[in-house]
């Protein structure tokens, strides 16, 4: 009997059942339905930093050789993600970019594994699938007009080097609902009507979206 594949998703927003935490279990579930055992990790809740730029991963023959020399919360999940069958990253979309805590850990899942040679080839043995989920609160023709997808596909591009990934699905969910009473913020941007609109009717269907991209990464 095959052992059951390893699914894990992260969370880059801060909100812990937020639209983008939201869409993330939606693809677990999908990955669980075809029998993978799944994992959901909150970066929100761990004490950890950027890159520090130090180098021990570089360092030949060095003790950190090919991971990272710094020791925090986040060091145990990052030798996990380099076990995992399949990886499900997720962030919010703040200023055009993901958040800084998603940056701040990509920085260190990537970098040490991530050669400084001609081919850019990877110390990473097992080849991991990925995928990429991304919520804004910005309707789909704001994103286009400000390349988001363009902005945003580095991490791709660089996680599928880093883990010998084919190109990963990607959902972007456009027009997210924000606040529990939009007249108590100050936001008057927003058409709440149509925020209303796209929860009720299009939130959904990202919620199927990523349904089927987490079955697909446990086929």
């Not at 801060?14 to 075809?34: E, M, W």
């Not at 909150?42 to 930093?49: E, K, V």
């Not at 040490?112 to 919520?135: G, W």
């Not at 010998?164 to 108590?184: G, I, R």
């Amino acid at each position: 009997m095959s052992e059951k594949k390893k699914i894990y998703a992260v969370n880059g927003s801060p909100r812990k059942s937020g639209n983008t935490a939201v869409l993330l279990q939606k693809a677990l579930d999908g990955a669980a339905a075809q029998g993978a055992e799944t994992r959901l990790i909150h970066l929100t809740d761990l004490a950890y930093s950027g890159c520090k730029s130090c180098f021990g991963c570089k360092l030949k023959g060095g003790v950190s050789y090919g991971k990272c020399a710094l020791r925090d919360e986040l060091s145990p999940i990052l030798a996990e993600l380099r076990e995992a069958d399949g990886i499900l990253f997720g962030t919010p979309i703040y200023f055009g970019s993901e958040s800084g805590l998603f940056r701040n850990f990509i920085e260190r899942l990537y970098f040490p594994v991530f050669r400084y040679d001609k081919a850019y080839t990877s110390l990473q043995e097992k080849a991991v699938k990925t995928a990429f989920i991304y919520t804004m609160n910005v309707p789909e023709e704001g994103a286009v007009q400000h390349k988001y997808a363009e902005r945003l596909r580095m991490a791709q591009v660089f996680g599928g080097r880093v883990f010998h990934a084919p190109e990963p699905p990607v959902l972007y969910a456009y027009n997210t609902w924000q606040f529990d009473d939009y007249s108590k913020y100050d936001a008057e941007l927003f058409d709440v009507e149509d925020k209303a609109r796209s929860c009720r009717e299009e939130f959904p269907e990202y919620c199927k979206s990523a349904f089927a991209i987490g079955e697909d990464m446990a086929r």
